[in-house]
């Protein structure tokens, strides 16, 4: 099975939510050599346009995966599949297809077309922390928005707790798409579409794309139906690149007649909701947690921050600014008496991503056994 180098590179980047830097870079190393810039806003989501056009096809995706970082993992390929190992233990590690497919799918479309928009962000795991907090007059000129984020093959996602994400207008185009790659349109989990959804009146989709047992040790991702949402995400893309999919804010809500009329809000506070690939509701984090989420080429300073007095201000060295990891938001700072905390500095390793030549893991382990676990899983979508 011949599998696109990208894949495999885009899968060994170990991130992690609130530990995303090494994807961050990751990221932008890939939009320098597609000769793309990129913009941040406040949280640090990464913002990309192509091109010079009144309409954009979008895609979104998070660049978060709940498997905390580990340096011993390495990507396998077992003929439609690939996996992770820990190659110290020899066990099983949780890929990351969610949402490492996504950032794949996403850097690959954006080969694929003169005017797109792409937006990567932080920490959805946690509970759509970075969407929650996107820019979204972004979408102003989005087309459609699409995001691969969702386990499985077959999902057509077109709500989300509630919210409406796409109608006729944008089905009646595409159905013949969805037919030929064998989706149905389904109510999903919570992920960031989900916010965009809530904030502007664009059209959005959510699908599964490949990743199968997410959020677990057993991850893996079948190579075929990755390459295969892939183009379906193309194809979408290129049909309704001439026109913007609208639904106005206040006819976004599915329950509003029926159900006693409780609305998109109200479902949520019931409890209704679950995340996408998700069992559970987010795990609070706790500040000390949160200050592990620094920024690909920041440093933390010895100053305090104006507005909380905490001293985690950091210098974002992409923005030149000064972000302050206790209130998540950039702070205003004379810097002439600001020095980089050196110590604190020292205690952080400059880990580098891994990417060598020998990509994938010489798999000297009993590959049958994983086999065993992996097939009964597969499905055969005869694509
Ligand atoms: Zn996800
Ligand atoms: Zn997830």
């Given at each position: 099975m011949k599998v696109n180098q990208n894949l495999i590179r885009v899968m060994n980047v170990q991130t992690h939510s609130y530990e995303t830097?090494?994807?961050?870079?990751?990221?932008?190393?890939?939009?320098?050599?597609?000769?793309?810039?990129?913009?941040?806003?406040?949280?640090?989501?990464?913002?990309?346009?192509?091109?010079?056009?009144?309409?954009?096809?979008?895609?979104?995706?998070?660049?978060?995966?709940?498997?905390?970082?580990?340096?011993?993992?390495?990507?396998?390929?077992?003929?439609?599949?690939?996996?992770?190992?820990?190659?110290?233990?020899?066990?099983?590690?949780?890929?990351?297809?969610?949402?490492?497919?996504?950032?794949?799918?996403?850097?690959?479309?954006?080969k694929q077309f003169d005017n797109f928009k792409a937006v990567f962000f932080l920490d959805e795991e946690v509970g759509c922390v970075g969407s929650s907090k996107a820019d979204f007059t972004f979408f102003n000129d989005s087309t459609i928005v699409l995001e691969c984020d969702r386990r499985g093959y077959n999902d057509f996602v077109t709500?989300?707790?509630?919210?409406?994400?796409s109608n006729d207008k944008l089905h009646n185009d595409i159905d013949y798409i969805l037919d030929k790659y064998n989706r149905k349109k389904c109510i999903g989990g919570i992920t960031d579409v989900g916010e965009i959804a809530d904030n502007n009146p664009v059209q959005v989709a959510n699908m599964s794309c490949g990743y199968y047992d997410p959020h677990s040790d057993n991850e893996y991702i079948v190579i075929s139906e990755v390459e295969s949402t892939k183009q379906m995400c193309l194809e979408i893309l290129q049909e309704t690149a001439d026109k913007r999919y609208e639904i106005d804010l206040d006819k976004r809500t599915t329950y509003g007649v029926g159900y006693g009329g409780y609305n998109a809000y109200s479902a949520r506070s019931w409890g209704y909701d679950y995340y996408?690939?998700?069992?559970?509701?987010?795990?609070?984090k706790t500040k000390n947690e949160a200050l592990h989420n620094t920024y690909a080429d920041s440093f933390k300073t010895t100053a305090e921050c104006p507005c909380c007095n905490a001293s985690e201000v950091w210098f974002d060295d992409y923005e030149q600014q000064f972000f302050c990891l206790s209130c998540h938001t950039y702070v205003e700072i004379d810097d002439n008496n600001v020095n980089i905390d050196a110590e604190y500095m020292s205690t952080i390793t400059d880990e580098e991503y891994i990417e060598t030549d020998t990509l994938l893991y010489d798999a000297s382990f009993n590959q049958?056994?994983?086999?065993?676990?992996?097939?009964?899983?597969?499905l055969n979508n005869g694509i």
């Open positions: 830097q090494r994807m961050q870079r990751f990221i932008k190393k890939e939009l320098a050599k597609q000769n793309l810039g990129h913009t941040k806003d406040k949280y640090g989501n990464i913002y990309v346009t192509k091109g010079d056009a009144d309409l954009y096809p979008t895609m979104v995706c998070h660049i978060d995966t709940v498997h905390a970082i580990n340096n011993d993992v390495q990507v396998v390929q077992l003929d439609d599949v690939l996996l992770a190992i820990d190659t110290k233990t020899k066990k099983r590690y949780g890929i990351g297809g969610d949402d490492k497919v996504g950032v794949y799918i996403t850097l690959e479309l954006l709500s989300i707790s509630g919210t409406k994400l996408d690939d998700w069992d559970n509701k987010p795990k609070h049958e056994a994983f086999k065993k676990d992996v097939e009964p899983k597969l």
